[in-house]
């Protein structure tokens, strides 16, 4: 008999959202879907067809209008407002197709912002998590420069390092490589991929769910999920 696998980090079961007022609009219907841990799993689709929908229900960004998100085990949808940012900020990491860094505050600042939110480190320690961060995305010369004096594929990165600020044990990115090149693109992924396979040790290891119009970006991840009018269609391996 072989041991049981380890538990998911997420899990949607039945997930519904229903938005609108007197034509209601279902943005996915009846969805179950779980990621467990050490995961590296795409979210494709036609446009509108609720792929950002199901990663800001797995966010805990929306709520479901029926059914339940599970963070590590905890149902979420009768938590309060302060009880979801709380398992937000200290278990979810989160990257967008724009990088959302505050233009006036420095890299190391921007980094360091989840970090003063959650309040479990030290000055010292912040800033240096924060430089560990970005040395480690190749920014270790541009830690006190503001976001517009670097390119958009750094600010991506920037993005990704402020989304491990937390050590986090999922991170949930949104079409980020939408607004890149090509290279910068690459780059964004093969951190990604970095970010899971250093990490795999079994029940404790980090997961990274990716919603992606990027189709080569979707075939080199360990499992793809497709969507179609609110439904999961298919749960293919790439080939």
Do not use: C, W
């Amino acid at each position: 008999m072989s041991p049981p696998g380890p538990d998911p980090l997420l899990e949607i079961r039945g997930g519904t959202r229903v938005i609108g007022g007197a034509v209601p609009t279902t943005l996915i219907e009846n969805i179950d879907f779980s990621v467990l841990p050490g995961e590296f799993v795409s979210i494709t689709g036609p446009s509108g067809s609720g792929k950002s929908s199901l990663l800001y229900l797995l966010g805990l960004l929306d709520l479901p209008t029926s059914g339940e998100v599970f963070v590590q085990g905890r149902a979420t949808s009768k938590l309060g407002e302060e009880e979801r940012a709380a398992i937000r900020l200290a278990t979810l990491g989160f990257v967008f197709q724009f990088h959302f860094l505050l233009p006036e505050f420095s890299l190391l600042d921007n980094v360091m912002l989840p970090m003063r939110a959650l309040r479990r480190l030290s000055e010292n320690e912040m800033r240096q998590r924060a430089g560990m961060l970005l040395e480690r995305l190749g920014l270790a010369g541009h830690v006190e420069k503001t976001p517009d004096r670097i390119s958009g594929g750094q600010r991506q990165r920037v993005a990704i390092a402020r989304a491990l600020a937390n050590d986090p044990a999922v991170i949930l990115a949104d079409e980020p490589t939408g607004n890149l090149d090509t290279v910068s693109s690459d780059q964004v992924l093969k951190i990604f991929r970095e970010l899971v396979d250093e990490e795999k040790d079994g029940r404790h290891s980090r997961a990274i769910v990716v919603v992606t119009h990027d189709l080569d970006l979707a075939a080199r991840t360990d499992r793809r999920v497709h969507i179609v009018d609110g439904h999961i269609v298919s749960v293919p391996h790439p080939a």
